[in-house]
T-cell receptor, first 110, second 113 residues
Framework: GENVEQHPSTLSVQEGDSAVIKCTYS??????FPWYKQELGKRPQLIID???NVGEKKDQRIAVTLNKTAKHFSLHITETQPEDSAVYFC?????????WGAGTKLIIKP | EAQVTQNPRYLITVTGKKLTVTCSQN?????MSWYRQDPGLGLRQIYY???????DKGDVPEGYKVSRKEKRNFPLILESPSPNQTSLYFC????????????FGSGTQLSVL
């Protein structure tokens, strides 16, 4: 079936450094790729998304890039801060469903 | 306030005792969905609904039922819960489908003994 692979499963970075999380999807027809952030004990919340007709999108310290040919997309967080500590999920749309990656736990070291 | 309301927040039950987790949204959203979240597996879709009286299976529908009799409500029913259904459950809704922002409920932590 369709799947989304997400790497790494855990990422530890020094505060102020950049973090990059990568996802690969299997269905070439997917056209919507959101990223959700889930803080401990909370619900997932959308932080940024990208559609297949766009190669890159930025929102302040967060950016997402999409390579349709290679079928992968990445989340970039610059100047990381303690409040960036959370689990991040990528997803890809497929036939009225969202297929989710397994998540990346981002740890920001002081 | 625009929100998805999910109840209960925590639930402990025993094998075989029917239960219902309620989900309601006040945003007039067409699309609603149920997910379960297990460590290392991310979010897996149980059922979804594109509109009233229209429901479809997701990736892991076995052991679950849903109904969409009204636009705002999308309850999740476990007719005969088993221990492997112990999980964190989320209801979510969006205006028009999976190509738009999902609004999540606060989650239900279910333990089946």
């Amino acid at each position: 079936g369709e799947n989304v692979e997400q790497h790494p499963s855990t990422l530890s970075v020094q505060e102020g450094d950049s973090a990059v999380i990568k996802c690969t999807y299997s269905d070439s027809a997917s056209n919507y790729f959101p990223w959700y952030k889930q803080e401990l004990g909370k619900r997932p919340q959308l932080i940024i998304d990208i559609r297949s007709n766009v190669g890159e999108k930025k929102d302040q310290r967060i950016a997402v890039t999409l390579n349709k040919t290679a079928k992968h997309f990445s989340l970039h967080i610059t100047e990381t801060q303690p409040e960036d500590s959370a689990v991040y999920f990528c997803a890809a749309s497929f036939n009225y469903q969202l297929i989710w990656g397994a998540g990346t736990k981002l740890i920001i070291k002081p | 306030e625009a929100q998805v309301t999910q109840n209960p927040r925590y639930l402990i039950t025993v094998t075989g005792k029917k239960l219902t987790v309620t989900c309601s949204q006040n945003m007039n959203h067409e699309y609603m969905s149920w997910y379960r979240q297990d460590p290392g597996l991310g979010l897996r879709q149980i059922y979804y609904s594109m509109n009233v009286e229209v429901t479809d299976k997701g990736d892991v529908p076995e052991g679950y039922k849903v109904s969409r009799k009204e636009k705002r409500n999308f309850p999740l029913i476990l007719e005969s819960p088993s221990p492997n259904q112990t999980s964190l459950y989320f209801c979510a809704s969006s205006r028009g489908g999976t190509n738009e922002k999902l609004f999540f409920g606060s989650g239900t932590q279910l333990s089946v003994l």
